[in-house]
Nanobody
Framework: HLVESGGGLVQPGGSLRLSCAGS????????MSWVRQAPGKAREGISC???????WSSNAVKDRFTISRDGAKNTLYLQMNRLTPEDTGTYYC??????????????????WGVGTLVTVSS
């Protein structure tokens, strides 16, 4: 069970911090991904983290977004800075199903939250 929170409306240049609370599984054993779906576009993995803390982010966000996790709280985070209108979309956290990683590929996940909407607009 994954539940995202922290989305909302923000002006260009602003920041948001997304959270994803995991339950019902051993959260610390899994690599986790943040997946974004912009309006009219396919879902894309934008930032992900292995169980050991190894991270990967796409070129579109790597200088602005930071993924992290808190094993004690079973929570995944995405700190998003310098947001632009192109960052608008629904953000999902997803559990990766392959060992190692992170893979950051939506088709290589097996559990998703319902998503949280981020709108960047003036």
């Amino acid at each position: 069970h994954l539940v995202e929170s922290g989305g909302g409306l923000v002006q260009p240049g602003g920041s948001l911090r997304l959270s994803c609370a995991g339950s019902g599984f051993t959260f610390s054993r899994y690599a986790m991904s943040w997946v974004r779906q912009a309006p009219g576009k396919a879902r894309e993995g934008i930032s992900c983290i292995s169980s050991e803390g190894k991270t990967w982010s796409s070129n579109a966000v790597k200088d602005r977004f930071t993924i992290s996790r808190d094993g004690a709280k079973n929570t995944l985070y995405l700190q998003m800075n310098r947001l632009t209108p192109e960052d608008t979309g629904t953000y999902y956290c997803a559990r990766e199903k392959l060992p190692g990683g992170p893979w950051c590929v939506p088709s290589l996940t097996d559990a998703w939250g319902v998503g949280t909407l981020v709108t960047v607009s003036s």
